[in-house]
């Protein structure tokens, strides 16, 4: 009897293991600290498509960059002059530009916040094509 319990508890153990394992929705799109990220739609994606990228370097041309979705795979939609909503989790502010190589309209993410709303900003909505990581 000793035994078949423990035998449970083993299976137990191998099945919490693996259900981890196979659940990276978690921290799928959710900035984990250390990264500035970007998300397609309004309010960090919540009821839209969950298309995101982290960055943790600069990156002045967002046009080679694609949206990972909710799996954690890559698409091949481009990320140029589509984020609705950023989250700084960087650890430094971040500079926010409308044109690539850093130029035009810009708007500074200031470090530990969020901006659900990038329309009401000077960046606006669905033009970030350039990001200056700790300025
Ligand atoms: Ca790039
Ligand atoms: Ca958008
Ligand atoms: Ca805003
Ligand atoms: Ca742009």
């Excluded at 319990?5 to 196979?22: E, N, R």
């Excluded at 990220?37 to 919540?46: A, G, P, S, Y």
């Excluded at 989790?89 to 901006?115: E, F, N, P, Y």
Aim: with cysteine.
């Amino acid at each position: 009897m000793r035994k078949i319990i423990s035998m449970a508890l083993v299976t137990a153990a191998a099945g919490t293991a693996l259900t981890f394992a196979a659940t990276p929705a978690f921290a799928v799109g959710s900035c984990a600290s250390g990264n500035f990220c970007l998300f397609e739609n309004n309010d960090f994606n919540r009821g839209n498509t969950n298309h995101w990228l982290d960055l943790r370097s600069d990156d002045f041309d967002l046009r080679n960059n694609y949206w990972y979705d909710g799996s954690g795979g890559q698409t091949n939609d481009s990320i140029d002059n589509e984020t609705s909503s950023v989250k700084n989790r960087r650890g430094c502010d971040v500079m926010l530009w409308q044109d690539v190589g850093g130029t035009g309209a810009h708007t500074k993410s200031i470090s530990g916040t969020d901006d659900g709303f990038l329309e009401n900003n000077a960046i606006g909505d669905n033009r970030l094509s350039a990001v200056d990581v700790c300025v």
